[in-house]
């Protein structure tokens, strides 16, 4: 029942969060003046949170900094674009395991970064990535566990000063390169244990949608990986729904409980329906 | 299904949002008169026709008026064309009073040498007059995916009152890899970059003087800041020694330096860079580790380094990690 009612829920709420979000962000915009001091800029980001969790989590209950899920970015955002983000999972603080992780920015365009669902045996623990943070704002990770609890933790990111604007830096080699992956493996220095660490890359401007096309004036569609889902030998090891506030050149580093010796298999679709597949040999240490 | 309406409420809202921007209370009569107070506006001569403003060597804030990049004229026998047109409205406008208080030839084009705030957000004092503004065929393609953030960002840091009236406006004219200008007797030649500073760089050479204004290809003094690509840049270093240019107005830094000489600094810093990267990238340390270290033997070398040092090394990672 529970699980029935939350696959139901997946595909329509990050879309209705991501139009509450629209309206709240134009309000940004529009609204703000002054020196942004601190308090305000936390105030302004729960505000949001506040108007946007019911479209994201119903009316289930948050439990807040239990452990069982942290999350670190930098104080400050150096490069708007770019801003690398840690969740920490602790399976030993939710002993029916943890399905799935939610990435959220309250002050993005599109606030629902990402949901990963967590393979059922694949030990992730800690998984890094980088996004886009346009203002002030928290990041958020809400990991639910098996049971369909969910647990919140949250750090607060100002934005980057200056220049630094969360669009793609290199537009023509953005396009000419999507679709390229690297899977980067840095097996365990000790060879009695099972975990290993993986950082997938993905070549793709994961387009917000902002720019106009030179001819017909009208905006381009955001453009963006969808769909991710990594896998050793046809097993789920972690999967993502995302959006464009996952940075250009998607970027996830995480660990994971080798079964086998099966290799490794990535696929990612975005939403133009491109399909980008890519497999390698795992990597052993100790060979 | 609905997942291309929800896409397209969200473009559109962001339209409406620049649109909106745009259609502020656009007062250039009460810009002049704060430019009033921008009497420490003033432009040397640097050569025969080609007159500079040398910006502060500071972050944008509204005490500075935004001025803090280089600004140029180039005076023919029948026309002024300006380069970068300054980081506020009211800071544009002192800039053409002082150019007329030098030449009565009006000007006719101001080239933008790219797309950061501190170099166009005085673009629309120039399109009120009638100039053909002139930029990298990347650059409305670059202000459309940024001008809405730069204008809530800045406002943020500059205040209401030099946000006044400051628009996004785009060029008209652009260039796909040279375009010459004429301005009566002088000839300027405008060369597109492939990505380095940004990805839409564009510098402008004086034929007569033999004069280059290089806008952010070349930062002295201040720290560079990369927003296009290191590699790129660093690829073009051979190419820009090159131009046979007896002096030039870098984006930031002195009014005027000895060419090529003036490259050293930041070709050596990014050298560093890339070399501190690219060893914590073998060495398999995150991002978010490498950056609070790599190019940290610089930081005497360089104004504002804790400003821009992280920035730089968190885009030369996302960038080199690739190679
Ligand atoms: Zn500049
Ligand atoms: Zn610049």
Redesign the pocket.
Known sequence: MQNHAYSGRQLALPLASVFAAIILTIGTLLGSSGAANAQQTTASSDRIWHDLKGDVFGDRAILVDTGVVRIEAPKRAQDAAIVPVDIYLDPAKAPDGIKSVTLIIDANPAPVAATFQLGKDAGVTHLSTRVRVNDYSYLRAIAETQGGQLHMAQTFVKASGG?SAPAVKNQDEANATMGQMKLRQFPPKETMTKTEELQLMIRHPNNSGLQRDPLTQYFIPAHFVQKLSISQAGQPILSMEGGISISEDPNFRFDFTVHGNGEIQVEAIDTDGKTFRNQWPLETAGL | MSIDRLRRRLVSGFACTAASAALLPCCLGRAVLAAGGSSRFSLRQIADGLFAFQGADELMTAANDGAICNLGAVVGTDAVAVIDSGGSLIEAQAFLAAIGKVTAKPVRFLVNT?M?P??IFGNAAFREIGATIVGHRNLPRALDARGAFYLHNYREQLGEALMEGVEIVSPTMLVDDHLQLDLGGRMIELRAWKAA??DNDLTVFDTVTRTLFAG?LVFMGSLP?L?GSLLGWLRQMDALTAIDAARVVP?HGPITADWPQALAGERRYFEVLARDIRKAIVDGTPLREAVKTAGESERDNWHLFDDYNERNATAAFAELEWE
């Open positions: 220049c | 790219h950061h501190d170099h500073h940004t952010d800041t927003d984006g």
